[in-house]
């Protein structure tokens, strides 16, 4: 009756606060199973940022009340941002549900998880299922705990929580709450914990980590705090790698820039949404920055770090957006040369500053300019891919590959890199020449120590 199988929809964030509440889950005496069909206890830690994630969830949830009126002791929960944002509404959709919990609230689930499993061995029928989507000031330091798989040599810490901009298409705000900031002791210590368990590259994460501590610590020397948390983790013994996700381009200052010059663990690999190359569809978008902008940092990043990898995120046919502005968005998208891009659809979120102006953009023209966007990324992708045969490239490796006949690991850009490896090499940091490419992996060889 203790088996909870947890499901996660969305960001790497949500990922991070599934594996968290299932470590905490295990400490309470609950069995994590990674078998969906065989578990008592199913919880989806759902997205919302764009309503075809939500519909995913629901219909999942659909699918497994159908399983629970055959078996009525089962206990199904909706955790994360559609919880948050939706709250008791959910039952109306879902009758069968048995816990709604916001993601301010992910702590509490093994405390719920208890009752109501002590209500059901004493026969006792729930009056009503429980909903808990309250703010809860401190809930950002509420879980720190992970699970680890053997060997693993990769982790997600999380450094912040909420958002404070006003993206005008954007429901994060309303889900994840005020920005709110992990003490950087904290999370220093956690990469220690962390480095001391075998975790050799953290990627930090937060909705705006170029924001992190800003009303918490001061600028010191012109260095913002998010670069102070990168100095610090940068001295931790054992962590060879530093990444992050999602900066925004307005908090990009010139020290972070500079921190690519001088901190040789992070990694080349910079995610920076843009959304629109468009000047009048940012300001729409209410995004700060103008292309110019963006692009300037760009360039100052790139000569910073030469070989410097970029990804973003992109979205067409927000309301408003004419041929004229999505050639822009083209032309920037071209221009930046990203290795990687998410291209998304606009979708109205309820209770956004751009709810009221509706969806005027037809589906046919989003998904035209989506393909356009997909097929500049695919040229991008081929051409970068093409660039890495013959280079040697420095991977840390990870463990046997899924087949089983080679070991892989990733690039300082994030690449998958197969290769024949050896135990011994898992968690290190090994050179190897790439000698085939495909779309979606590398082949080398190791390359002998000098
Ligand atoms: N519609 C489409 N895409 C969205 N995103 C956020 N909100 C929406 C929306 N309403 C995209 C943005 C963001 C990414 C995580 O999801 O590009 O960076
Ligand atoms: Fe959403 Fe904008 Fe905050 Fe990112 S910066 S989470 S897009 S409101």
């Known amino acids: 009756m203790n088996r909870v199988h947890i499901k996660t929809y969305g960001c790497q964030m949500n990922e991070r606060d599934s594996e ?36 995913k969830a629901i219909a ?6 159908v399983r629970k009126r055959r078996r009525p002791e089962f206990v199904l929960g909706i955790l994360g941002c559609m919880a948050q944002n939706r ?85 994060v705000p309303k889900t994840r709450g005020d ?33 992190y501590g800003r009303r918490d610590y001061a600028h010191t020397g012109g260095i913002s705090p998010f670069v102070q948390l990168l100095e610090r983790i940068h001295a931790v013994d054992g962590i060879e790698r530093i990444r992050f996700t999602s900066p925004h381009p307005r908090g990009f200052r010139d020290d972070l820039v500079a921190a690519y010059a001088r901190l040789p663990k992070l990694c080349e690999h910079v995610h920076l949404p843009v959304q629109s190359g468009s000047d009048r569809i940012l300001s729409a978008m ?56 998410y291209v998304f659809k606009y979708s109205v979120r309820t209770g956004t500053p751009a709810e009221p102006l509706g969806d005027p953009v037809d589906e046919a023209e989003k998904e035209r300019r989506n393909q356009e966007l997909l097929r500049l990324l695919e040229e991008n992708s081929r051409r970068h891919t093409a660039a890495l045969l013959g ?35 898992i968690g290190r940091l090994i050179p190897v020449r790439i000698d085939r490419v495909t779309p979606a992996a590398l082949y080398g060889e190791t390359v002998p120590a000098q």
């Open 286 to 341: 209410n995004r700060p920055y103008s292309r110019e902008r963006y692009l300037e940092l760009v360039a100052a990043l790139r000569t910073a770090r030469p070989g410097l990898a970029l990804s973003t995120d992109i979205i067409v046919g927000f309301p408003g957006e004419t041929d004229a502005d999505f050639a822009q968005t083209a032309a920037l998208f071209a221009e930046a040369d990203y290795d990687m891009a």
């Open 60 to 65: 999942k949830a659909e699918n497994i009340a």
């Open 391 to 425: 280079t040697v490239q420095e991977v840390l490796v990870e463990g046997p590959d899924k087949a089983g006949r080679r070991y892989m690991g990733r690039t300082r850009i994030n690449r998958v890199v197969h290769f024949p490896g050896t135990e011994e090499q």
């Open 20 to 55: 968290a509440v299932a470590a905490l889950l295990r400490t309470r005496g609950y069995r994590i199973v990674d078998d969906e069909n065989d578990c008592d206890i199913l919880l989806l830690n759902t997205c919302s940022v764009r309503d075809f994630a939500e519909q």
């Open 87 to 171: 709250g008791a509404a959910l039952l109306d959709l879902l009758p069968d549900l048995d816990l709604v919990v916001g993601t301010q609230k992910f702590h509490t689930v093994a405390g719920y998880l208890d009752n109501l499993r002590a209500a059901r061995q004493a026969g006792i029928p729930l009056a009503q299922p429980i909903v808990d989507t309250a703010e809860e000031p401190g809930s950002q330091n509420a879980l720190a705990d992970h699970i680890l798989a053997d060997r693993q040599v990769t982790a997600f810490v999380s450094i912040q929580q909420g958002c404070d901009m006003q993206c005008a298409y954007c429901i």
């Open 179 to 211: 920005e709110r900031s992990r003490p950087m002791d904290a999370i220093v210590a956690e990469c220690r914990a962390l480095a001391a368990r075998g975790i050799r590259e953290v990627t930090l994460l937060g909705q705006i980590v170029t924001s």
